[in-house]
């Protein structure tokens, strides 16, 4: 089996995708709903508004950051501080992860999470780019997680491409390896963009590739918004979800309770709302 399907049925089953998901579409829902251009919003207010609310959101979902919570024993009947701020009913879209199968794992301060034998960070990219993304003119720590080397049965079209790299090349590529290996985790990346006019996203789940001399940007990318596995698509933005209809004699599904932010101590290192760490 390759790493791609290793890793899509383990982040799948464990609700990851669908969290990925659930975030993205409320993420770029609200910073769209704020969108205004004549108070001077451009294009890097909707891309910096949407990471930070995509960042927000994940931790909602997976109980991390201001939303964490001690154990899975803590948690109880209510999801008043996940819902708020929330449009209205959205939180019943959530996946209902249990906390600490997905936990904060940041690398260099760049938001990041992690399931099992899979962390996954965060970035942005220009709408239609996500082939071309060049990792190398990004930040040392994507480039660092670029330079994983190649996924396990991969076979390298150019297989000399590193040899007349210098040594700090070379360097750059074995830290995320001994990293990684202490964490025993592959990282991944989580890549997502928004056409502002036309409100359509696009978000793919993938393993970068350092494309020093151009190529193709991924090892292998999954396009997270597609109704068919493999068939790349854009999904619009979402309207606001209005409450869902009661049933009667129905109870709702239980729910989980946060702390307050002044109940909690010793909380982990937050993001700083920066794309591109």
Known sequence: MSEQQDALEDLESSGVLAALAWANASAYRRTMEDYDPDTGHDQGWVGSTAHRLFVDRLHRAFSTGRHSVDSPESASAGLDLVA??????????????????????????????????????????????????????????????????????????????????????????????????????????????????????ELYLGRSRLNRRGGDAWYWKHDLLATNPGTPTVEPIPTSPGPLPGVPGVQDAPVRLRRQPSERSGERHQASGKNDK
């Open 84 to 201: 708020a701020g929330l449009a209205p009913g959205e939180h019943r879209k959530m996946p209902l992860i249990a906390p600490g199968v997905v936990v904060w794992s940041h690398l260099n301060q760049s938001p990041g999470w992690r399931c099992g034998d899979w962390r996954f960070l965060l970035t942005s990219f220009p709408y239609g780019e996500s082939n071309r993304i060049p990792w190398p003119q990004k930040s040392p720590t994507k480039q660092r997680v670029a330079s994983q080397g190649q996924p396990t049965g991969w076979l390298d079209p150019h297989p000399t491409l590193f040899d007349e790299e210098p040594d700090s090349l070379a360097a750059a590529i074995e830290a995320p390896r001994e990293e990684d290996a202490e964490l025993n985790a592959t990282t991944l990346i989580v890549a997502h963009s928004i056409e502002r006019e036309l409100g359509i996203r």
